[in-house]
C-alpha cells in the first residue's frame, strides 16, 4: 500500500512520533515530503527538513499532531491557517470533536501507536468518523508499514485500546523485568536473567502469535499435572492474582484517557 501523496508535516517529533517517522522511511517513504516542526529544531531523521516554525505559503497533504495531549491549546492557535486533507493524531485522550474544533482539515484520523512500531512489530489503532473509504485507505497506508492495525469504529473504547495495545509494551517491559530480578533472586547473575527473560518472552509471543489456541490454552499445555510450571501457575492463578493486578492495571491507564479526554473537552 502507497503512501499518500504530498507533504507531510510532524507537529512534533518525540519517541513516539519519531518511531513512526522512522518506520515510514524504512517502509520507503521519501524523506523529501517530510517537514517537522518542534521547538528544538532537532530530532528528525537524516534527510528530513527539520523547523521551528511553520513554513510560510506552505500547506501540507498530511499533518500530525504528534506532541503532548497538555500542549494541544498552546499549539492549536499557531496552526489555524492550515487545512491539510488528512489531519492524523496521536494524542492520548483527545477525541475527534475535541480535535474538530481547534483544527481545520478535510477529514480527523486518531491513531494510537505502541513503542514497537519502530522495529515494525508495533499495534496501531485507528478511530474516524468518516465512512470515506481513501481516507481509510491514507490512514491505513500510514499504519500498516508499522505492524498490526486495529480499527476502532466506536471511539468511547479507544481508551481503553490505547490502555492495552498502547501503554501494554511498557507493562510487559516491567514483567521482563521482574522476571530478570526473580531470577537474580534464585542465585543467577543480573545480566543472564535479564537476557533469559527477554529472550523466553520474545519466545513465548512468538509462539502465541502463530497457534490456533488461546495462550490460556498454551499456558496449559506446558504445565504437566504436578510440575515445576504447574506450581508456578498455582501462585499466578490463586485468586486471579494476575488477572486483578492488570485489570487494576489497565483501568489506571484507561481513567487517566479519560481524563485527559474530559480536559480537552473544555
Same mark, same amino acid.
Not at 58 to 66: K, N, R, S, V, Y
Not at 176 to 199: C, S, T
Given at each position: 500500500m502507497a503512501f499518500p501523496d504530498g507533504p507531510l508535516w510532524l507537529i512534533g517529533c518525540g519517541n513516539m512520533g519519531g518511531a513512526m517517522l522512522r518506520g515510514w522511511l524504512a517502509a520507503g517513504l521519501d524523506p523529501a515530503r517530510v517537514t517537522v516542526i518542534t521547538r528544538s529544531g532537532r530530532g528528525a531523521p537524516e534527510g528530513v527538513r527539520?523547523?521551528? *516554525?511553520?513554513?510560510?505559503?506552505?500547506?501540507?497533504?498530511?499533518?500530525?499532531?504528534?506532541?503532548?495531549?497538555?500542549?494541544?491549546?498552546e499549539v492549536a492557535p499557531s496552526l489555524a491557517g492550515l487545512r491539510p486533507r488528512l489531519l492524523l493524531s496521536i494524542l492520548a485522550g483527545v477525541e475527534v470533536a475535541a480535535l474538530g474544533d481547534r483544527f481545520t482539515a478535510d477529514a480527523i484520523v486518531r491513531l494510537m501507536p505502541n513503542l514497537p512500531v519502530a522495529i515494525g512489530q508495533g499495534v496501531t489503532a485507528l478511530h474516524t468518523p468518516s465512512d470515506d473509504a481513501d481516507v481509510r485507505d491514507a490512514a491505513e497506508a500510514f499504519a500498516a508499514p508499522l505492524g498490526h492495525v486495529e480499527w476502532v469504529e466506536d471511539e468511547g473504547r479507544f481508551d481503553s485500546v490505547t490502555a492495552l495495545a498502547g501503554c501494554g509494551p511498557g507493562f510487559v517491559f516491567r514483567y521482563?523485568?521482574?522476571?530478570?530480578?526473580?531470577?537474580?533472586?534464585?542465585?543467577?547473575? *543480573?545480566?543472564? *536473567? =535479564? =537476557?533469559?527473560?527477554?529472550?523466553t518472552v520474545a519466545g513465548a509471543s512468538a509462539m502465541a *502469535?502463530?497457534?490456533d489456541v488461546s495462550p490460556a490454552t498454551l499456558a496449559d499445555r506446558v504445565a504437566s499435572p504436578g510440575g515445576s510450571t504447574r506450581q508456578g501457575l498455582n501462585v499466578l492463578d490463586e485468586g486471579d492474582a494476575l488477572v486483578r493486578l492488570m485489570t487494576d492495571t489497565l483501568a489506571a491507564s484507561d481513567r487517566r484517557n479519560r481524563e485527559m479526554a474530559a480536559a480537552a473537552r473544555r
Open positions: 527539520s523547523l521551528t *516554525a511553520l513554513p510560510v505559503d506552505e500547506t501540507p497533504a498530511t499533518l500530525m499532531l504528534g506532541f503532548k495531549p497538555q500542549q494541544i491549546d521482563i523485568d521482574a522476571m530478570a530480578q526473580a531470577g537474580m533472586a534464585l542465585g543467577l547473575d *543480573a545480566d543472564q *536473567a =535479564r =537476557r533469559l527473560a527477554i529472550a *502469535a502463530g497457534a
